[in-house]
């Protein structure tokens, strides 16, 4: 088991970590905007369960294999990429159908936690971090290194999901308060869907670097 002074060094880096906006961030809050809270908050949940499936996956070792297999990296890289890049496209050729009905259809909220989940998992780079970043904290001689992965890996996921639900909670209800401008509304389906696929297209344009 970690010491305590360690737990409040690694709750302490995650937070500075997760202070900084990045592609789930940027996710979360278009799923706020274009959905509505509640559905950045369950798109949020799928992230944070992702996250936990990596960190399993990097306390087993298998993130290593990934960092070693640079086919295994290209592939999943670019299947994360493409789905992005769906999304966007979907969003965008849409828009004119919800212009139309005056409100986006509501999508079931299980369907909003896999795209989440799916997004995070499909990003290698997620994988590669939680591999660099959490052994740092890891002491072999305070017990079993595979619950010490996991421990590390259950606080970054929380705190993880509460950093994305306040980003997206902001966004939604910034959103909601400018729902009733038909401006804004055609404005937001651009915007939505162009993120969408500028986070596809970086995230297969850019290296190994962290999320």
């Known amino acids: 088991m970690p010491t305590s002074t ?24 278009t799923r706020s905007v274009d959905m509505g809270r509640r559905a950045g908050t369950v ?47 979907r969003t965008l050729l849409k828009r004119d159908e919800l212009h139309q009905k005056g409100s986006a259809e509501p999508q079931p909220l299980a369907r909003m936690f896999v795209q989440g989940m799916g997004v995070e ?17 890891v002491d072999p001689t305070r017990g079993a290194v595979v619950m010490q992965f996991l421990i590390f890996g259950c606080i970054y996921a929380v705190l993880g999901f509460c950093s994305l639900t306040l980003y997206g909670f902001v966004a939604g209800t910034l959103a909601t308060l400018l729902k009733s401008s038909i401006r804004f509304q055609r404005i937001q389906r651009y915007v939505t869907g162009s993120i969408y696929i500028a986070l596809g297209l970086t995230a297969a344009f850019t290296g190994s670097e962290k999320k």
Do not use: C, E, R
């Open 6 to 29: 360690t737990l409040l060094l690694f709750m302490l880096a995650a937070a500075g970590l997760l202070a900084i906006p990045g592609p789930a961030v940027l996710f979360a809050m």
């Open 121 to 137: 998992l499909l990003n290698p780079k997620t994988a590669l971090f939680f591999l660099a970043f959490l052994p740092q904290f």
């Open 43 to 89: 798109s949020s949940l799928g992230i944070a369960t992702a996250d936990l499936i990596h960190t399993t996956a990097a306390a087993l070792g298998l993130s290593a294999l990934l960092l070693t297999s640079a086919l295994a990296f290209t592939v999943v890289k670019y299947l994360g990429a493409a789905y992005l890049v769906y999304l966007g496209v």
